[in-house]
């Protein structure tokens, strides 16, 4: 502009250069301080990363180490295989047309749907008829024992008597105790009956959830609070068997809980105690055993867990979720047993499901602590929320009354004697179940027992046969078994039910073992080769047919992306009206 001087732009710039440099000299502290700070936190990282490092090698060793970096490697490589156009439109179409077959048995579109509440409300005499047809919808059935686990059934009448309490109590909610002070003094006592079963110490305590997820997710979550209360512990990290329940994965996702497995190798399938001791460093918060385990029914070394924990001032968590109210009475009744509750000093919590061999309600369990400071690291408490003081126990705020009351009833009920004889009958067609596996000459020279089950879960794998396509067999003849992985196998979780028909199942799986056996024969015949051989080849429908398949092709694929998919599917199918 006319009137005014500019400085050029070169000038300029020497300029800033100049006042730059004077400044540094007068504050030499100042460019100082700045050079520190960076350092620190360059050496900071560093030292985070080199720690990390070491515990690396020092929980897995070297070979360990490498093993693990060729799986993760190997894992990102076939993601983004399953990526490339080509392949991601047929992987595509296989999802699609898998969902679509499990679309047609569980969610058919034939059937009469109701999308919109009815513009009038239907008569008793029609919602009563609607629900008789849902009742009676094909299913296996689970009364006549066809089915392993799913349904803990205590007889038809436990099954009135809790059906009664439950409508006695059906408004009833525990987040309202001054309202409804009996179910508040049933809990209460569900939860003391429960300590008492584990030998819990003066002062121990626990709660009541909604089924052994949440008890699990729920001392996971009191690990972590007290790491963190009591060490500062703002990274934490957990040691599990890689057979432990995937409730622990679950909360290591849900709390931000770094998870190491820790492998449970033949031939005893329990959790390796000096690997789980390499694991430990300043960030552990818990150590998890199986008392027993779900994939094959196998207890964990608890004792020697109890004695790892207290040497390095650890908690020790006990799933005993599935063992419930048959561990306990195990010696009682005269079977093998092994230590695994509160007698053992180390062992700090335990899980228990009341719905299962304590033959309540679904919807029923316990968590159990040592100590009432330990319950009270789950607890969340709100002093400033505008609708008053808000405090509850764990995850849920209201909660159903009912279903304590039918689990306090389920309880008193059955008793002592009641659940020593369960155990006794349970257990005893376990014991005969496995006797008769490696004894009947069409069996032991195929099917062998996966280490020594001491409780109601028996798992067993094929020596030479695809163990899926036997699982489909079963399924065939209207068996509901369960179908495992790594290694492949199928468990039977024997129930009442189960326990009156054992010999029927130890029978018809004779008979498909023989079936799958011809079937080899014509296939070398033919020389397609036999299902040992070919089945990493083949695809998931070849190699075993419905929930089978999936658990087919899971073990074969490095990156489990489409089985993530396959799964998320189903969820969905699962809400489609």
Partial sequence: MPGTSRMPVSLRGTFNNVRRRSRAINNPLGLLNLDLIRNIIFFLFILRWTRRAVWKLKGRGLLGTLAEVYA?????????FLRMPGVRAKVRRQVDEALSKMQAKIAPL???????LPKEGWTEEAVRKELQDLADMDHTRWEDGYVSGAVYHGEDDLLKLQTEAYGKFTVANPIHPDVFPG???????????VLSLFNAPLGAA???????????LMACLSARQKAYVERGVTEPEMILPDTAHTAFRKAGEYFKIKVHLVACPAPEYQVDIRRVARLINSNTILLVGSAPNFPHGIMDDISALSKLALKKHLPLHVDCCLGSFLVPFLEKAGFETAPFDFRLKGVTSISCDTHKYGFAPKGNSTVLYRTQALRSYQYFVDPSWAGGVYASPGLAGSRPGALIAACWTSLVSVGEAGYLSSCARIVGAAKKLAAHLRTSPALSAELEILGNPLVSVLAFRARTLNVYAV???????????????????IHVAVTLPVAKAWERLAADLEAVVEEEREKERVRLVEGRGGAASSSSSRTGAEVAGDAAALYGVAGSLPNKSVVVDLAMGFLDLLYKA
């Avoid at 993760?72 to 983004?80: A, F």
């Avoid at 034939?110 to 919109?116: E, G, M, Q, S, V």
Wanted: hydrophobic fraction near 40%; glycine fraction near 10%.
């Fill in 206 to 216: 626990g709660v009541s959830t909604s089924g052994g997820t949440e008890s699990i």
């Fill in 72 to 80: 993760d490697v190997r894992r990102v490589l076939y993601g983004w």
């Fill in 183 to 193: 179910v508040r003094k049933m809990e209460a006592e569900v939860v003391a009956m």
């Fill in 110 to 116: 034939n059937a009469t749907r109701y999308l919109t």
């Fill in 471 to 489: 699982a489909d067999g079963m399924s065939a003849r209207g068996w509901h078994l369960n179908a495992l992985q790594n290694p492949p196998a």
